[in-house]
């Protein structure tokens, strides 16, 4: 039974994840139960880590590395090295006694990478480097045969004219890639090129036997050309005449009406056009000739008269004009030169000749191109090699960092910068470092919403290159964000980039902010409805002002005398009634501020149950949606599979958005020449002065500094002390019975 590796987990996050330190748990790292992982699926695309090394691992090459794949590099690289503490050490440089022999081409690739380091001038040398690998791959690649088994005329030099032949063969029947990506000639087509050369030469040599009694197999082919050329309207001519021949009335339908050339006469016409060679060949009488030189129609006149210098005079004699009989003879003598052309090979050589054919197959050119394939083929064993060595010398750098930003997010939490993340982001006074590329902002926003966080997708642009990302500001005040604001945005590189808000997702990013959140918002509503009312105000004032601008103007126009107008009087109930009003609310604001006072100790404790019922419920909200900030649904919008709940709590929160700080060192001038009065910090001061003062004449604390009469209490006291001196009534004795 396998012996079950030990594991140290820590917190963070919410949940237990796994410490990955040591090669022995790279080695193991499919025997951790992947319910512990953090991720279970991470793109290949669009997160800071090697692409190179990621495509190495993605096997099936989907774009997406999936838990059995990054098992798979994990134990394979295990089994390449007789410690896997190499693996862990995130280096570059591979040690040659740390490959194990007995492993898969093992002590191929030792002597692999000693022969690398002898071509690069570094023999007996007990180590190799990823460059040394990837400068022996470029001149591998650079090289007439690089192992591919591709020939690619660009490195073929030395080859010129085989090089030539190449170039013809891929323009003809395309190019395959090498394996340094660059198109080249294989097998397949240069097997399929001399097919065809060979199928064209049988196609020539059987015409050897038959020429149609012509001196040479061109003329043959020229003759029959010509023919296959006005065959079909030649055909349509004498139809035609016999048509006519068996009923005169055909005649004029068969032939090109007055109404056709009145319809040509209104285009500019060239001897090439359509529509003429659609009319007849030549005009239409009963049993007529095709002539040969004269009266034809001019779309076919050339045809003709290539057909006349090919076929007719070699074939007939001299002839102006060809009969039915005489046509029906010429086909026949050109029929099996017909058939011989219609079985002309369908290839992407055309109209090759039988000399160039022949060149071709004797001269060799397909056994010498096949040599060199073959010769390039041989060296793929040591490409192989190579490609294997390099594989091997990546996964012992990035292994352990992939692991513990896969299996375990330990670089995120530790503030080293993870995969995911594309940057930092200086925007309204902070650096925001949870930035994340995206693709898509509308849809990235439809689960990254579920985050609980407040996201700003912003549009980043440098040098006309645009890219798209998405900041969480986890922390500080987010009155000022809106879209439109623009900020810098720094990528992993260092490289500044002109970001700008182009849609945000709100959320709140402490319970501090969610307690000041309503008075904001019920200032903001005082201050638009004033802004409202004042413009409102204005538009009536500037309409009434020009309507009295509209009355001068008209002043010096003679008007009818208008009727006295009854002066607008005030209505007194109005005015009694407004009065009422004012009374009525001031009486209930003294009567609140009464009771208030009559709270007497419990008045801080009525203070706070105001306070609690204003900012209460938007706390208690902020403080749900703070327990549930993670960062799992942001990942997951970008490509992620996200296995367990990354938590942001206020902690991590505040350390992924940091506001700006004067730095400790520095001198501060407290004085600003440009401050505000602050009227309004004056005005609250004396409004609270005067309710402290309310409440310690309520309690009697100032009794001891204030006259007998302005003490809290004194009217009572006066009341009570004269009907305290009142004598008490004697009651009357009671009859006697």
Not at 391 to 403: G, N
Request: glycine letters at 6%.
């Amino acid at each position: 039974m396998q012996q079950q590796h030990e594991w140290q987990f820590y917190q963070a996050g919410g949940v237990d994840q796994v410490s990955i330190r040591t090669g022995a748990d790279i080695a193991n790292i499919g025997q951790l139960d992947q319910k512990l992982w953090v991720a279970l699926a991470c793109p290949t695309r669009g997160i800071e880590f090697d692409s190179a090394t990621l495509d190495l691992i993605d096997q099936d090459s989907d774009g997406r590395i999936r838990a059995p794949e990054l098992v798979q590099a994990c134990e394979w690289a295990a089994s390449m090295v007789k410690d896997p503490e190499v693996l862990a050490q995130g280096s570059d440089v591979l040690a040659l006694d740390s490959i194990r022999p007995d492993a898969e081409a093992g002590q191929a690739l030792i002597d692999e990478a000693r022969r690398i380091l002898k071509l690069s001038g570094k023999e007996g040398a007990d180590s190799v480097t990823l460059a040394d690998v990837q400068e022996r791959l470029a001149s591998l690649n650079a090289m007439p045969f690089n192992g591919d088994g591709i020939l690619n005329p660009a490195t073929m030099t030395e080859y010129p004219q085989q090089a030539a032949l190449v170039s013809r063969i891929m323009d003809a029947y395309g190019a395959a890639n090498g394996c340094d990506g660059q198109p080249g000639l294989g097998r397949a087509q240069l097997d399929n090129f001399f097919a065809d050369v060979q199928s064209i030469a049988d196609w020539h040599a059987r015409a050897q036997t038959n020429t149609c009694a012509l001196p040479t197999q061109e003329q043959a082919m020229a003759a029959a050309k010509a023919l296959n050329a006005v065959q079909a309207k030649v055909e349509d001519f004498f139809a035609r005449t016999r048509l006519v021949a068996f009923d005169a009335n055909a005649l004029e339908p068969l032939s090109p009406s007055k109404e056709g050339y009145a319809a040509l006469s209104q285009q500019v016409l060239s001897q090439q056009d359509a529509a003429i060679a659609a009319l007849p060949i030549a005009t239409v009488v009963a049993n007529g000739d095709l002539p040969l030189l004269h009266g034809i129609n001019p779309a076919w006149a050339d045809a003709i008269s290539n057909l006349r210098t090919t076929a007719v005079l070699p074939l007939l004699g001299e002839h102006s004009s060809l009969s039915a009989a005489q046509w029906a003879q010429l086909k026949e003598q050109l029929a099996v030169c017909q058939t011989w052309l219609a079985a002309h090979p369908s290839t992407p050589l055309g109209d090759m000749g039988q000399q160039e054919a022949q060149a071709l197959l004797a001269g060799g050119m397909q056994a010498y191109l096949q040599a060199l394939i073959e010769h390039d083929a041989d060296e793929k064993q040591h490409s192989a090699h190579v490609l294997t060595l390099e594989k091997l010398i990546r996964f012992q750098r990035d292994l352990l960092a992939l692991l513990n930003n896969f299996v375990s997010f330990s670089q995120f939490y530790s503030r080293q910068g993870a995969a995911f993340q594309a940057g930092t982001l200086y925007l309204d006074g902070r650096s925001c470092d949870l930035t994340v590329d995206v693709a898509d902002a509308a849809s990235h926003a439809t689960l990254a919403g579920m985050a609980k966080v407040f996201l700003a997708y912003c549009e980043c642009r440098r040098n006309g290159v645009k890219r798209h990302i998405v900041a969480a500001f986890t922390a500080g005040d987010v009155d000022f964000l809106f879209v439109g604001r623009n900020g810098i945005f720094y990528d992993r590189e260092g490289k500044d980039w002109d970001a700008t808000i182009t849609k945000l997702i709100e959320n709140p990013t402490s319970i501090g902010q969610a307690f000041f959140s309503p008075y904001k918002k019920f200032v903001r509503m005082i201050e638009e409805q004033v802004a409202k009312r004042a413009a409102a105000k204005d538009a009536t004032v500037t309409a009434n002002l020009d309507a009295q601008a509209a009355k001068l103007a008209d002043i010096a126009k003679p008007a009818a005398p208008a009727p006295a107008a009854a002066g607008k009087k005030t209505d007194v109930g109005t005015v009694a009634a407004i009065g009422v009003a004012l009374g009525s609310i001031s009486a209930v604001l003294v009567g609140i501020f009464g009771k208030f006072i009559e709270l007497g100790p419990w008045i801080p404790v009525a203070l706070l149950g105001i306070i609690l019922a204003i900012s209460g419920p938007s706390m208690l909200i902020a403080w749900l949606k703070l327990r549930e900030r993670s960062l799992g649904p942001i990942l997951d919008a970008s490509g992620w599979a996200i296995n367990g709940r990354m938590k942001i709590n206020l902690q991590l929160g505040n350390s992924l958005s940091q506001a700006a700080k004067v730095p400790l060192s520095a001198k501060r001038i407290t004085r600003d020449p440009f401050a505000d009065k602050h009227t309004a910090r004056w005005v609250w001061a004396a409004v609270a002065l005067l309710v402290l003062v309310a409440v310690a004449w309520r309690y009697g604390w100032l009794n001891s500094v204030l006259p007998q009469s302005w003490q809290y209490g004194a009217a009572e006291t006066a009341v009570a002390q004269p009907a305290a001196a009142l004598p008490v009534p004697t009651p009357a004795p009671a009859p006697a019975p």
